[in-house]
């Protein structure tokens, strides 16, 4: 028998530990996003990407106080403990900028590695981490000098960050493939890795829960095998088990597309906990709308519904909790405005336009359609042109298209590089009509009346006229025509510059023998021609037997490769170096077999530099319907 005592001592500990653990509660700021909330709950601050700029918001009067130009494409922002400073990943200059939230000024930009996107801090605010999209690290900073302490390397495109409870550890996500990652702090390691479902992809951004060892990444499903209104792109919420011996898989994925009954929602974006973990919000971008779940610590179900599914503004990108719980801060990025909603009535409660400046009208509503699975682009609810071509870059996939395997293309340059598609099928974004009414989307359209019929694989597209018939579709083909180049190659040593490797890689791309600059010619790396219909038969073609639209391609723009492969329409070549070897058997595309080892190397590292300079953005083959720069027009 046990002695009375004995027994008490040990459960008074577990009340006093289960105390302690009480009082763990979800700070706003230790996930990234582009919103944060300040400890003290009084102010919001969140990153406009489109308006360069980082909004205030007074909590107390719910009024904007000030907003401050940070740079183009701000994707991260986070208080830096309770103080009066913020600061913000400035994704398209490879900079952190600090901005003193009281006198509303910039007061440091640090020059970073490429592409930072999530950024959290300690909650004292003495340390600052970054995700960087491209290569896939991770960067730490102490934030009194701004000194970069480490560089850690996690894995390829890696996007959402978040603090473990007991700041020993960051949690980061694979973009393309919705992974998790451990990285101890201590030694500044990745210790675990979780793995999703095959399909998994554009996670870009994770929850954790104070007690209780489990991450909520929002993301959706590529079904590259179906081309179908529904059953391409799924909307999902992985939560992973995060102690080490978790039962089982140590994943529990919940889909999201059955649990609001009937009504299906598109891309979830962003999630966010209540302080006490009771509550979880999902937010999704395509349905403008949102989920109050509760959180079930039943190591299985996970979460459960809670009401009806919420209604937002257009194109819903961060969501936060206020530090009280009391209300759940939604960012409506096409509305430019956050609003507020009661977290136990789930009303409306506020409503603060964030941006002074708005981009382009029609660029605006073209990034909304682009971004919409709602009618007119899509009966069914599932898929938006925004679930495989997130903000223009590609989702990493090769889609089982009835035409054969296409894999997709970034949408960068592309206002100067038409015809469309890997066999040249397009001539016009508001071809694109095809693909909205047709089996992938299901929409009802953006013309009124029909269009030419479609038969097989004939391009009817490239007879149909359809630019002028509609507002809406020259507004979508303005947004997509719209993606310029922003940013160079991480490879290329500053504007106009490139290493010794790559200058040599560049005599060979540009000798004759070689003969890769007469297809890939002009500033784009391309001899795509609006006029002249160009397609070539490089050797490609027959490698897919599921191939319907003949062995001739459209040459495709070089601009951005070096975060594009795999390559190829077909996706074959997983690197640079097998585009121009074990692809080219026969020397059809460009000779390439008597290169040496190193001459190839040379050559891929020329082609991983492009972009090295910014090209025009006006050529003889550029299109109408896109944003000009003023006095362009
Ligand atoms: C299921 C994924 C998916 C969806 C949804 C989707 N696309 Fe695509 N997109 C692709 C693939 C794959 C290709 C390459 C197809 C080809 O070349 O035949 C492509 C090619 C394109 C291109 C041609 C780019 C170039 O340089 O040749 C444009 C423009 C484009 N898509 C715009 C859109 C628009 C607009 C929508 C919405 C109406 C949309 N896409 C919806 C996967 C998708
Ligand atoms: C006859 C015209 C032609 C020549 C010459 C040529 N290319 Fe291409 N290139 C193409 C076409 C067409 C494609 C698309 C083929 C496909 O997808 O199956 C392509 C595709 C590529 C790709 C893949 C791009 C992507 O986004 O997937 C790379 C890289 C490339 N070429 C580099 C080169 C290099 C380097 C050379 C010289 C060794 C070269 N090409 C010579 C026409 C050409």
């Known amino acids: 028998m046990i002695e009375p005592r004995k027994r008490l001592y040990p459960t008074i500990l577990c009340i006093l530990l289960g105390l302690l653990e009480q009082t763990q509660v979800v700070r706003a700021g230790s996930s990234n996003s582009l919103m944060d909330i300040n400890p003290s709950g009084t102010l919001l601050a969140v990153a406009n990407p489109d308006c360069g700029t980082v909004s205030l918001v007074d909590l107390s009067t719910r009024m904007k106080k000030g907003e401050i130009p940070v740079g183009k494409k701000p994707e991260g922002v986070t208080f830096l403990g309770a103080g009066k400073l913020l600061a913000v990943a400035v994704f398209s200059e490879d900079v ?27 909650a004292t605010g003495d340390r600052v981490w970054v995700t960087h999209d491209y290569p896939g690290k991770v960067s730490e900073w102490e934030t009194v000098g701004w000194t970069r302490l480490r560089e850690i390397p996690v ?3 890696v996007r959402g960050l978040a603090m473990s409870p007991d700041e020993k550890s960051l949690f980061v996500t694979g973009f393309y493939n919705g992974r998790l990652h451990k990285v101890d702090l201590a030694s500044g390691v990745v210790v675990d890795e979780w793995k999703g479902h095959s399909t998994d992809n554009l996670s870009r951004s994770l929850v ?19 081309i179908d209104g529904s059953g391409s792109i799924f909307p999902q919420i992985t939560v992973y088990s995060t102690n080490k011996d978790a039962p089982g898989t140590r994943r529990a994925s919940v889909p999201m597309d059955n649990f609001n009954g009937v009504l299906v929602v598109t891309n979830p974006w962003e999630a966010a906990l209540t302080p006490d973990a009771t509550g979880l919000f999902v937010i999704y971008s395509a349905t403008d709308d949102m989920n109050a779940c509760r959180v079930i610590d039943d190591d299985y179900r996970e979460i459960e519904g809670r009401g009806n599914l919420i209604q937002v503004g257009k194109n819903p990108r961060a969501v936060r909790v206020s530090p009280d719980g009391k209300t759940v801060w939604v960012y409506a990025a096409m509305d430019f405005a956050v609003q507020g909603f009661d977290t136990q009535s789930l009303r409306s409660v506020a409503k603060v336009v964030v941006c002074d ?66 066999s040249a099928d397009r001539d016009e974004v508001q071809d694109f009509e095809y693909t909205i009414r047709g089996r992938l989307m299901q929409g009802r359209g953006l013309i009124n009346g029909p269009i030419p019929n479609k038969r097989g694989f004939t391009p009817t597209e490239r007879k149909a006229d359809l630019a002028g018939r509609s507002k809406d579709l020259d507004a979508l083909a303005i947004y997509s025509n719209s993606f310029e180049v922003e940013t160079l190659s991480p490879y290329s040593e500053g504007p106009g510059k490139l290493s010794e490797k790559a200058k040599r890689g ?16 002009g500033p784009y790396f391309t001899d795509s021609n609006l006029k002249v219909a160009k397609v070539h038969d490089v050797g490609t073609g027959l490698s897919d037997k599921t191939e319907q639209m003949g062995t001739k391609y459209d040459t495709p723009s070089l601009i951005g490769l070096y975060r594009t492969a795999p390559y190829l329409h ?23 077999s008597h290169l040496s080892k190193e001459e190839i190397q040379e050559l891929g590292e020329f082609l991983k530099s492009l972009p090295y300079e910014f090209p025009p953005r006006q050529t003889a083959n550029s299109v109408k319907y896109r944003l000009m720069k003023t006095g362009e027009k």
């Open 506 to 521: 560049k005599i060979h791309f540009e000798s004759p023998t070689v003969g890769c600059a007469t297809c890939h010619s």
């Open 155 to 157: 894995a390829s495109f």
């Open 208 to 226: 954790v829960h104070p007690r209780r060892p489990k991450a909520y990444l929002p993301h959706v499903r590529s079904r590259i095998e179906v």
């Open 357 to 422: 400046k708005l981009p382009d009208e029609q660029w605006v509503h073209g990034k909304y359609l682009f971004g919409s699975s709602r009618q007119p682009m899509s009966g069914p609810r599932w898929v938006s042109c925004f679930s495989c071509h997130p903000d223009g870059l590609t989702d990493g996939r090769v889609w089982h298209n009835p035409e054969g395997l296409r894999k997709t293309p970034p949408l960068f340059g592309m206002g100067h590089t038409h015809p469309l598609h890997w």
């Open 570 to 592: 077909h996706g074959k070549a997983q690197t640079l170096e097998a585009v121009l070897t074990t692809n080219n058997p026969d020397d059809r595309h460009g000779k390439t």
């Open 96 to 122: 952190l900028v600090l901005v003193d939230t009281e006198t509303q000024k910039v007061i440091k930009r640090i020059a970073c590695a490429d592409e930072p996107y999530g950024i959290v801090s300690s």
